[in-house]
């Protein structure tokens, strides 16, 4: 069984730095390409932050700068690391899971396979 689990986000505040944390059980971990969406309220989906197998990134353009993705193959863990968190980055943040030897990508046909979400504040 596949499974990508987020433990936590938490709260953060404006201009502090959080890290979310994704482990992978059930697939190669290390020939999938992976990401991190997120979704705030009323909000549609989108794209934070994208790696694949071979660890070229790719970033939205609201987090560029200040979010780093990366992954540990060993581990089978990915993680993101937000500094400079302002109020627009609150929301549920998922990590997902693409297919083997897929590019780093913001679509969401390119994954197969989900997290169950974390959420993340952010407060002044």
């Known amino acids: 069984e596949v499974q990508l689990v987020e433990p936590g986000g938490g709260p953060g505040q404006i201009g502090a730095s959080l890290t979310l944390s994704c482990d992978t059980t059930?697939?190669?971990?290390?020939?999938?390409?992976m990401a991190w969406f997120r979704q705030a309220p009323g909000k549609e989906r989108e794209g934070v932050a994208s790696i694949d197998h071979e660890g070229e990134t790719i970033y939205g353009d609201s987090v560029k700068g200040r979010f780093t993705i990366d992954r540990d193959n060993a581990k089978k863990l990915l993680t993101l690391r937000m500094n400079d968190l302002q109020s627009n980055d609150a929301a549920i943040y998922s990590c997902?899971?693409?297919?083997?030897?897929?590019?780093?990508?913001?679509?969401?046909?390119?994954?197969?396979?989900w997290g169950q979400g974390t959420q993340v504040t952010v407060s002044s």
């Open positions: 059930g697939i190669r971990y290390d020939t999938y390409s």
């Open positions: 997902a899971a693409g297919y083997p030897y897929g590019i780093a990508t913001f679509h969401p046909q390119g994954f197969r396979w």
